[in-house]
């Protein structure tokens, strides 16, 4: 009889599962023009999940992902999440979209306001055909603002790993497009934190808001006068403080992240290693939040319906913000082709969607399977991205 693995062992196995499958599904198969790493990865954990893995092979699954092992797994997924958020709000560019406060406030309106309408309008005709869609502890208005808010979402850190590999994130145009990404990150959080409020824990929620300015005062007062080295370590010691602040209050941790990181000025850090310090993160940790995330899916309520939402969403987030970017581009004049470029890209929804569902699931304002339903146009809508874009892009160098 062979001897009983340790959980160490099986945690190995886990890992080794996590950073093998996607990358040689992305190598062999050659996926980058539709789908890059980071979303491979994202499907990766959807396919590893209870509703794939867990049906197909049910036995391997509960050794490989027991309870203890998910728990160990997902320990490391807050802290990647938590400094993948944090560095998002350090590279929140406000200045630059305060000097160009009218375009960037009526695109950024636009590209946010309109799928998050189509969105809720989405999410009130889910509700009227099935009711187990909301969460157990859910509201309808958090139901449907919530759901509004993740088609209306564009996820910042991945937009600028593709505009990077498109080669326009220094252009003109891709500066133009992270204002605007930048303002609607700012929005998304502030939606989170009025579903989030919680009137029993009002006076808490209150206390933190009070003591977050106070500390964020003190924060920027220390940082800028100690040395870069030091600033990397009192970042991350901030970090934590505060997302267990936020998570004490009621409102969430990844909310707190976010806060810390949005009050910190992305000159006190050299751009060169935050850049690499983003790399790194993806490359090493935020793999196993994408496994976490995937052991969350269910199919309950029918894989069909679930499919059917997940297209309805779809629906909704695409024509949504191309309509509403269409309406900026009209406004603002723009050039035949800005507007379906711009539009097409601010669809880029991975991670900061996940995660904005994510925090909805672990508030229970929204089901398991509204929660796969979210992440899988999630992942459809990045990967229309970069093929909806690149033949625009072609075109205009060939006629300039």
């Not at 539709?34 to 209870?50: M, R």
């Not at 099935?130 to 759901?147: D, H, P, R, S, T």
């Not at 909805?360 to 899988?376: G, S, V």
């Amino acid at each position: 009889m062979a001897p009983e693995m340790s959980l160490s062992e099986i945690y190995l196995i886990a890992m080794l599962i996590i950073f093998t499958v996607p990358y040689l599904v992305w190598r062999v198969f050659k996926t980058d023009y539709y789908a890059p790493l980071v979303v491979v990865q994202i499907i990766g954990g959807i396919l590893l999940g209870p509703g794939i893995l867990g049906n197909v092979f049910p036995q391997y699954y509960e050794f490989v992902f027991n309870p203890k092992v998910i728990g160990a797994l997902n320990g490391i997924a807050w802290w990647a999440v938590m400094i993948f958020v944090f560095v998002a709000g350090i590279e929140l560019d406000i200045e630059k979209a305060w000097e160009n406060r009218r375009e960037s406030s009526i695109t950024a309106g636009l590209a946010l306001g309109m799928p998050l309408v189509f969105g809720a309008i989405a999410a009130i005709i889910m509700l009227k055909l099935n009711a187990n869609w909301i969460g157990a502890k859910g509201q309808e208005w958090q139901f449907i603002l919530g759901i509004g808010m993740a088609c209306a979402v564009t996820a910042l850190p991945i937009l600028v790993l593709f505009m990077e590999k498109l080669e326009i994130l220094r252009k003109p145009i891709g500066q133009r497009i992270l204002r605007y990404a930048s303002i609607d990150d700012i929005m998304i959080w502030g939606v989170l934190a009025i579903i989030l409020l919680d009137w029993n824990r009002v006076g808490r929620q209150a206390g933190y808001l009070v003591g977050f300015a106070f500390a964020a005062y003190l924060i920027r007062k220390l940082m800028a006068k100690i040395d870069e080295k030091d600033r990397w370590y009192v970042a991350l010691i901030w970090l934590a403080a505060s997302g267990f602040a936020a998570d004490w209050s009621g409102l969430h941790y990844m909310v707190g992240a976010f806060l810390a990181g949005a009050i910190l000025d992305a000159k006190w850090f050299n751009q060169e290693k935050m850049d690499m310090f983003r790399s790194h993160i993806l490359l090493a940790i935020m793999p196993v939040f994408f496994l976490s995330t995937g052991l969350r899916t269910k199919w309950d309520v029918g894989g069909v319906m679930v499919f059917g939402a997940a297209f309805i969403l779809l629906f909704a987030s695409v024509t949504g913000k191309l309509f509403g970017v269409q309406i900026a581009g009209k406004i603002l004049k723009w050039k035949k082709w800005e507007a379906s470029i711009i539009g097409w890209l601010l669809q880029t929804k991975a991670l900061i969607m996940i995660i904005f569902v994510n925090i909805l699931l672990d508030k229970q304002i929204i089901t398991n399977e509204t929660f796969t339903a979210t992440l899988l146009m999630a992942v459809m809508s990045t990967m229309l991205s970069i093929p909806m874009v690149t033949p625009k892009l072609k075109a205009i160098e060939e006629n300039n």
